[in-house]
């Protein structure tokens, strides 16, 4: 790969773009495999144990699946009613409801003996942590702790269980039984579910919740283990709500037709076939969910791509050559879409392009002939199904096909100014957009505002706020600060709730007080001091969510928590006037390994968490501690009794969670 001068290994990020949540770039090799079907999957530093023990066939039962909220019958958008009010027999012998459940696997009577003796050491539990709020229907918790053993009891217990349910298990974390969470999930909202954990000699008691409310919609991610682009260096992971594993839903490889640049005539990496793309990260859903843009590898351009299983990797029918073209552009910013703006028919999408001369050697460089900064950077729409004449139709061309005499696309894409594309005015806002996010309804977009743009994302900025502007069919407006997070210190990610009601973003404090830049791919866009906020869309006060903080592991204000994205779903109960969203995010908690960010240097590789966030009647924004999403860590290939986990140990950052209509996760569930 080469890279100009001023690029180091660890800066050549896909992610450097505008992937604010991640150093790993686009790619490095995947790691090996576990050990298959039967392996121990490693929970991390915080969990002491496996997730799959060893000899259980994997830990697969091929005839069962948990499933997302849909797939259970709940509905993602509504306030559940309890099926069961008291005297629930959710926790009782299955073989006789009169008698508590008890769960022994594979733990002697020796061992039991020895756990119900209780302990006087304290346990830490990570998961759940107390005050945990779960969506119904969510993946099964499971009890995570550090200072036990290799065995552990777990006593659960609620006031509308007829019984306690008493769980011994011979691996650690322990997984609720399945019918467990099952029965919880259909009926016990918003009240206390009392745990006690022992183990080693250790005791911890704690309460976690359900809200009345399932998550819906499919999450798909970024993962990679540093900093190597390449054709399967990197990729794209998914899974639906309540599944147990993940799947492997695209390869920079698997994208179909010509990766291009405007600057040069193919695209030819290291091992890279030309014409290939060579990352999928910095991603997002279009509003049907069949399709994915994503950022492809230094210099920037973007790819629009099929991510149902039956057209996985090949363009939208609706993706014409002039759009495609559009999206060959050197040095575009993240994309975002608009499900009110798709709903007109139109196809646009939103994304930041820095300014360029069509001279004869510099066309591709920004007006100052800078490609570190990008300076100028324009908030712009493009219509991925314009009619315009273009040499080639990129989207579904080969590399042999195209050709790029006199710089005749980038001429083309010029003329297509006002019909194919254009910037979006910002009148009142002299700094650079960059991450925007188009609202749900169409009607507005957020960005993050700065005075010095970078590769579509903040550089070394002094000034880094939140400024929304109309879309007004792409005209523009006036471009206004959101109040609240304008302040001195720097917000940026911002992200729309599902009723455009609320903006999540990242906030970091220190630049404020310390202007120091000791390296230019370090600041804003991957810092372990940034934190997730939450404000109202039209300016507020903004709160800082608890789940930024650590339970068992690691320093509040140095965990890498970013890139929150809602989930498409939220409920509001109208009679309390409660509304429910939920919010997945990366954090270097749990951290499986470190990555190297190149001159010697490393730092945590992220995980994903989800937190409930709850907006009551009078705005009061709470919410619960950090769940961790155990299933990212098992990759699940094959089908049917061919099925098989594998140990997925991968970078995992700049999550998406939309209505992806990514191919379903086999059926399985960790026992």
């Not at 686009?26 to 144990?49: H, M």
């Amino acid at each position: 790969m080469r890279l100009p001068s001023h690029f180091t290994l660890g800066a050549a990020l896909c992610v450097a773009s505008l992937a604010g949540a991640t150093l790993a770039a686009c790619g490095a090799p995947e790691p090996p495999s576990g050990s298959g079907g039967g392996s121990s999957v490693g929970g991390g530093s915080n969990t002491g144990g496996s997730l799959i023990p060893p000899g259980a066939g994997g830990g697969l039962d091929p005839g069962n699946q948990t499933g997302g909220a849909s797939g259970t019958g709940f509905p993602a958008n509504e306030i559940l009613v309890p099926e069961c009010e008291s005297d629930c027999v959710g926790f009782s012998d299955p073989a006789d409801e009169t008698q508590p459940w008890i769960v022994a696997d594979g733990v002697s009577e020796a061992e039991r003996a020895a756990l119900d003796a209780g302990g006087s050491a304290a346990l830490c539990v990570s998961e759940p942590a107390d005050g945990t709020l779960f969506p119904a229907a969510w993946t099964r918790p499971r009890f995570a702790f550090t200072g036990g053993g290799s065995t552990a009891k777990v006593v659960l217990s609620t006031p509308r269980m007829r019984h306690a349910l008493t769980v011994y298990s011979a691996t650690v974390p322990v997984l609720l039984p399945e019918e467990a969470w099952d029965a919880l999930s259909h009926s016990v909202y918003d009240e206390d579910i009392s745990y006690t954990v022992t183990s080693g000699g250790g005791t911890a008691s704690g309460a976690f919740r359900i809200v009345p409310v399932a998550a819906g919609g499919s999450m798909v991610f970024w993962g990679s283990t540093g900093t190597m682009p390449g054709e399967q260096t990197n990729a794209l992971y998914g899974f639906a709500v309540g599944d147990e594993g993940v799947i492997r839903a695209m390869y920079p490889g698997d994208v179909g037709g010509t990766a291009i640049s405007d600057n040069a005539l193919l695209r030819s990496k290291d091992n890279t076939t030309d014409g290939h793309s060579t990352c999928v990260g910095c991603h997002a859903s279009t509003p049907d969910g069949k399709a994915v843009a994503s950022m492809d590898d230094w210099s920037w351009n973007l790819r629009l791509y099929s991510i149902e299983e039956a057209t996985a990797g090949a363009a939208p029918d609706y993706l014409t050559g002039a759009g495609a073209a559009m999206l060959s552009m050197t040095w575009l910013g993240g994309p975002t879409f608009s499900a009110g703006d798709w709903a007109t028919g139109a196809r646009r999408m939103v994304t930041t392009w820095s300014e360029r001369v069509l001279t004869e050697n510099e066309f591709w460089r920004s007006h100052d002939g800078s490609v570190l900064s990008n300076d100028p950077t324009q908030l712009v729409w493009m219509d991925l199904a314009s009619t315009a004449t273009v040499p080639v139709d990129i989207s579904r061309a080969t590399p042999t096909e195209y050709v790029n005499d006199n710089q005749a696309m980038q001429r083309a894409i010029a003329e297509m100014r006002g019909t194919g594309w254009d910037v979006i005015a910002r009148t009142g806002d002299a700094n650079h957009p960059v991450l925007p996010d188009f609202s749900h309804d169409g009607l507005s977009i957020v960005y993050t505002s700065t005075d010095l743009p970078q590769d579509g994302r903040v550089g070394g900025a002094s000034v880094v706020d939140l400024y929304v502007v109309p879309f007004n069919a792409g005209a523009g407006g006036e471009a206004t600060p959101v109040a609240g997070a304008d302040t001195t210190d720097f917000e940026y990610y911002p992200d729309y709730s599902p009723d455009d009601e609320l903006l999540a973003f990242n906030k970091l404090a220190e630049f404020a007080t310390n202007p120091s830049r000791e390296d230019s791919f370090d600041h804003v866009y991957y810092r372990p001091d940034s934190d997730i906020y939450v404000i109202p869309a039209a300016g507020g006060t903004p709160t800082r969510l608890v789940s930024n903080d650590p339970v068992c592991e690691g320093t509040a204000g140095a965990l890498y928590n970013s890139w929150a994205k809602w989930a498409p779903s939220h409920a509001t109960d109208e009679e309390s006037g409660r509304s429910y969203y939920f919010l997945i995010f990366s954090t270097a908690r749990n951290s499986p390994f470190d990555i190297s960010r190149g001159s010697n240097r490393f730092s945590p590789a992220s995980q994903l968490y989800m937190s409930t966030v709850i907006r009551e009647a009078d705005g009061t924004i709470t919410s619960g501690p950090a769940i961790y999403l155990w299933n990212q860590r098992n990759l699940v290939t094959g089908t049917g009794a061919s099925a098989s986990i594998d140990e997925l140990l991968t970078n995992n950052v700049t999550p998406a969670w939309d209505e992806f209509k990514i191919p379903p996760v086999p059926p399985v569930v960790v026992k």
